[in-house]
């Protein structure tokens, strides 16, 4: 087989949390370019992301459910199995940001950050896992992790979302340890600024000031480049890549 055949999923179901927009929706038409069907999941509409899955020839689905609701979550990933006739690769990717400074932060406002961007992760991790494990077949996760779970990157104060990208990298590792076992890799890929809804390009201009003086490359990243490097960790190109956690940054933390 060459080697830009092992990047191909054609026949392979795919699915993506947090497809709505962003980096999900960029990952999910990856996938889709690559030949596999795609199930979207995402607390907003999904309908223009399945629309844009199904002009590349494979079958889309969509499935609007919240992901910090466990029952929500093993629902949603049952019913894309069913449709698709299981699951094969898994994009863990919806999440939320949120700035304040830690002395001010609420305790609520921490479990939202947390609820999300790490328990989310874990319940979406365990549901597909379970799927994976229980047919048998070899399967690879990818988790959206995040630059700010291996730096503190500044000047916003977001505390809790550093905390939970740390999380999220360290329980990839951990899920990597657990599934080799049973075929499945689990790794993540940890972008550093990129440019969607929830960094837009309008974001307040001394903060971009700041973020480009501490980047080599000087600007955000578009979501395809972060979906190119989720593509790869998905892909049997990755096949010896197991609790690997890319950094897609720009060469930020290089500083
Ligand atoms: N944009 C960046 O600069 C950047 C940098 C590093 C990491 N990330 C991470 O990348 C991932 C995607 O971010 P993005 O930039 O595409 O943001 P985005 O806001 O464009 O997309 C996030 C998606 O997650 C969905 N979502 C949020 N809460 C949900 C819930 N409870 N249930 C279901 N879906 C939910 C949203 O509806 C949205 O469609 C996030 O995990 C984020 O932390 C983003």
Redesign the pocket.
């Known amino acids: 087989m060459s080697i830009l055949q092992k990047f191909r999923m054609d026949g392979k179901k795919a699915i993506v ?8 929706r960029a990952t999910a038409l990856a996938f889709a370019e690559a030949g596999a069907d795609v199930t979207v ?4 509409d999904t309908s223009e992301t399945e629309a844009m899955i199904h002009e590349l020839g494979v079958k889309a689905y969509g499935i609007q ?4 609701k466990e029952d929500q979550v093993n629902a949603a990933f049952a019913q894309a199995a069913e449709k698709m006739g299981g699951i094969d690769i898994a994009h863990v ?5 949120m700035c304040e400074k830690a002395e001010d932060m609420t305790f609520q406002q921490w479990r939202t950050v947390m609820a ?2 790490l328990d ?1 992760v874990f319940l979406c991790a365990r549901a597909v896992g379970r799927i994976m494990i229980g047919s048998g077949k070899p399967g690879a996760i990818v988790c ?5 779970g291996m730096v503190v990157n500044t000047p916003q104060e977001q505390c809790a979302y550093n905390a939970a ?1 740390a999380g999220v990298i360290q329980l990839t590792r951990s899920l990597a340890c657990e599934w080799a076992k049973h075929g499945i890799r689990v790794n993540s890929v ?5 440019c ?4 837009p390009a309008t974001t307040d201009a001394e903060w971009q000031r700041i973020w480009f003086s501490m980047c080599p490359t000087k600007r ?1 990243a578009n ?1 395809e480049e972060i979906a190119a490097a989720v593509l790869y960790l998905a892909s049997d190109a990755a096949s010896y890549t197991t609790g690997s956690n890319l950094v897609v940054d720009g060469g930020y933390t290089c500083y």
Do not use: E, F, Q
């Not at 999941?41 to 907003?44: A, E, K, M, S």
């Not at 459910?65 to 910090?68: Q, V």
């Open positions: 949390t947090g497809g709505a927009r962003g980096i999900g999941l995402d607390i907003r459910c919240d992901l910090t990717n919806a999440g939320i940001a999300i961007d989310a959206t992790g995040s630059m700010s990208k940890s972008p550093g600024y990129v969607t809804d929830m960094t955000m979501t």
